[in-house]
């Protein structure tokens, strides 16, 4: 791969003009042609990751991450995406737009080269960022691969020029249809709907994908319209000049906010070359909000840009408080836990060559990032705090009290472990263990209520299944803090039977259950609880939901009988399919779907009150169980359907899915009544029985 190689001088500039003048070099030789699109619709997975709504969103991703380089690299700062009818979409931009002339060797337009072989473009090594990482930056080809047709229109030396494909392949060659002003690339695409699981975008993912973007992009403005309903387009757009300082005031809108000036810096480090751009500003709450990203891409489980600038913020805030005096005693020190309290960040790094690592490639692996991190954020982080004093003394004094309460929780922690409570000498009374003492085959299910937790304790296999039932709503974590926590029996029966501790001491290695199962009703409370329990462990047990133990039980919504024959559904969808089959298997009528579909909308409104159903359909009796509660099926059909390794299904817990939780937590616990409220208005009509 030919690498146009910028002098160190240049690099050390980080003039981005002198960038554009390396990259204005480019022609049609620079590219380097690996292999045509076969491969791609084979194995599209490989490239987008799945085949599911996320695959199909990440094409969208893949022509925008184009867009972003170009805009990047100095070359237009305005990028429009539109949802057409038909699931069609087009982006369009105002880059350099693809180069149309012929490669000297292919003898065909290096536009369709982009478009139809897979890795080729000119773009690879070297000169200005590149959105290359995880699954990013695969190319362009890749989605034209999985589209059933797709338009790229390139406006370049005041020319328009056109090529249309069909799966990857080119209709005709590329067409020049006429002039231009500026320009540009518009990619319209149609998703192959023999490649994926739905061809249906999703306005609200995309949306919040381009807010992000935009936020990581500063002085970019985004326009999406959706234009699927023709004659009622709804257009938003997005322009973030404070790029992610602007991010730090929308995540703490509506929080105490501990001081006024958010801490904002966006350099260059030239000794590595690594871009930084981090906002910084505390607020009153006891969690943190911190995001990390590389290349605009999201690094969930931080990284080196993260552990720079963990340990820059740790040094510099207690050089500053002892310098100021405020820390007084020699052995005085503010913790990396002291600081992070309230703490809301973005750390945003642009790099050559981004190495991702971890499980879910969620991790920067560059040391030079970190490097990069502690010396940008560490100086210019002293300056803000000796320039702003009022600030400075008040996130100080927020850690100052973080310090105090931690003392506090020790304390008390020590006091219950001396106790011996958590020692795991003592099991919680209402645990049934199970036999097996191998924790690799070990579950624990936590069950709502005592009565479901009768019938879990019934119905489970006890050589390796244990049970603990919870009692109540467990506690408002938001609020409390690890001492009052500990102090809670629910919680402590728990951390007890999980036996790794929590806090400081937390030791995944005595963990005594693989498998962490939340069983909890198909009701409002039961969805309260689950959310309870997914902040407390996104908050205090991260670990286990990144080492993938924290599961969530499927149990069925409804039991449909028709005559002898039953079967369990787990949602809707399945209900309508399951009644079908089973009317077909009794060898009656086909067409039964849309009259049931009828009969249902009518006793819709009785819902409430009726726990069965039952209907005729071409003079079969259909009768329709709906489980409200764990409660209500006997041990024998919760083991059958909920916990029965061979026949159950599990939703695993994500980081994303605690990340959820634990905002849905905020907006149900946190100390703000008005977007308390909100949630509660606009989710009135799913929202039953809430007692607020
Ligand atoms: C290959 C080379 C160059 C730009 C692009 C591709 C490019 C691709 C897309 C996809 C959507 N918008 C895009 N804009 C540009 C470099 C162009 C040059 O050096 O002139």
Redesign the pocket.
């Known amino acids: 791969m030919p690498k146009k190689k910028e002098t160190s001088k240049e690099t050390e500039k980080g003039n981005n003009a002198k960038r554009n003048t390396v990259?204005?070099s480019?022609n049609a030789q620079q590219i380097t042609v690996l292999e045509g699109l076969d491969p791609v619709r084979k194995r599209p997975g490989m490239y987008i990751g799945s085949t599911g709504p996320q695959g199909l969103h990440h094409l969208i991703w893949e022509?925008m991450d184009?867009?972003f380089?170009?805009a990047m690299a100095g070359y237009g700062n305005e990028i429009t995406l539109r949802l057409l009818p038909d699931n069609m979409v087009a982006?369009e931009?105002h880059?350099?737009?693809?180069?149309v002339d012929l490669h000297p060797q292919y003898k065909v337009s290096?536009l369709e080269l982009?478009l139809t072989k897979l890795h080729a473009?000119?773009?690879f090594g070297g000169g200005g960022y590149k959105v290359s990482g995880g699954l990013h930056g695969v190319g362009?080809s890749v989605v034209n691969a999985l589209s059933i047709y797709l338009k790229a229109e390139v406006k370049r030396d005041g020319q328009l020029w056109v090529q249309e494909y069909e799966r990857g392949i080119p209709k005709a060659k590329v067409k020049l249809v006429g002039s231009a002003k500026g320009t540009g690339?518009t990619?319209t695409f149609c998703p192959d709907e023999t490649i994926f699981e739905t061809t249906e975008f999703n306005f609200q993912t995309i949306l919040d994908h381009l807010r992000q973007q935009a936020y990581l992009t500063k002085g970019i403005k985004l326009i999406m319209s959706d234009e699927r309903i023709v004659n009622q387009p709804s257009v938003y757009a997005f322009y973030f000049e404070g790029g992610v300082a602007s991010y730090v005031r929308h995540i703490n809108h509506g929080k105490e906010e501990k001081h006024k000036n958010v801490f904002y810096v966006h350099k260059l480090d030239e000794a590595t070359d690594v871009e930084v751009e981090i906002a910084v500003q505390y607020t009153g709450e006891y969690h943190e909000s911190v995001h990390c990203f590389a290349n605009n891409i999201t690094n969930p489980e931080g990284g080196m840009h993260l552990s720079g600038f963990r340990s820059a913020l740790t040094r510099e805030l207690n050089n500053y408080a002892r310098a100021k005096n405020i820390l007084k005693e020699k052995d005085q020190n503010l913790s990396g836990d002291d600081v992070h309290e309230g703490l809301t960040a973005i750390i945003s790094v642009k790099i050559k060559e981004p190495q991702f690592e971890g499980q879910t490639k969620a991790k920067l692996g560059n040391p030079e990032a970190r490097t990069a991190v502690e010396t940008v954020f560490g100086e210019t982080f002293r300056i803000y705090l000796e320039e702003h004093p009022q600030d400075a003394e008040a996130i100080i004094g927020k850690c100052l009290l973080a310090a105090e309460a931690r003392r506090a929780a020790r304390a008390a922690r020590d006091t219950v472990l001396r106790k011996g409570a958590f020692e795991g000498l003592t099991l919680p009374g209402k645990l049934a263990d199970c036999s097996s003492k191998d924790p690799s085959l070990s579950e624990i299910f936590i069950v709502e209520g005592d009565s479901a937790g009768g019938s879990a304790k019934q119905g489970r296999n006890r050589e390796y299944q244990a049970i603990l039932p919870l009692r109540g709503k467990i506690l408002n974590v938001e609020r409390a803090r690890l001492d009052k926590m500990l102090a809670n029996n629910e919680i402590k029966s728990l951390v007890i039977a999980l036996g790794t501790n929590i806090g400081e001491g937390f030791d995944i290695s005595n963990l005594r259950y693989d498998k962490i199962v939340i069983m909890t009703d198909a009701d409002v409370d039961g969805a309260h609880i689950r959310t309870l329990l997914l902040t407390l462990f996104y908050r205090y047990f991260p670990d286990l939901i990144h080492k993938g133990h924290i599961y969530i039980a499927q149990p069925p919504l409804y039991r449909v009988n028709i005559g002898k024959a039953f079967q369990y559904a787990y949602n809707d969808e399945e209900k309508q399919q399951v009644i079908d089959k089973l009317i077909q298997d009794a060898g009656k009528g086909k067409k039964v779907l849309a009259k049931i579909v009828e009969k249902e909308e009518q006793t819709d409104v009785s819902e409430e009150e009726s726990e069965t159903e039952e209907m005729e359909v071409s003079g079969v009796k259909v009768n329709i169980q709906r489980y409200k509660g764990l409660g209500e099926m006997n041990p024998g059909q919760l083991w059958e359907t909920t916990m029965d390794p061979e026949t159950r299904v599990m939703k695993l817990v994500t980081i994303e899915d605690a990340e959820r939780a634990d905002e849905v937590f905020d907006v149900l616990m946190g100390a703000d009544v008005a977007p308390r409220k909100r949630f509660i208005q606009t989710h009135a009509k799913t929202v039953k029985n809430l007692d607020v």
């Not at 880059?95 to 180069?99: Q, S």
Request: no cysteine; charged share 25%; proline share 4%.
């Open positions: 990259k204005n480019y022509v184009n867009s380089d170009e982006i931009d880059g350099r737009g693809i180069p290096a982009v473009g000119g773009k362009v690339t990619i």
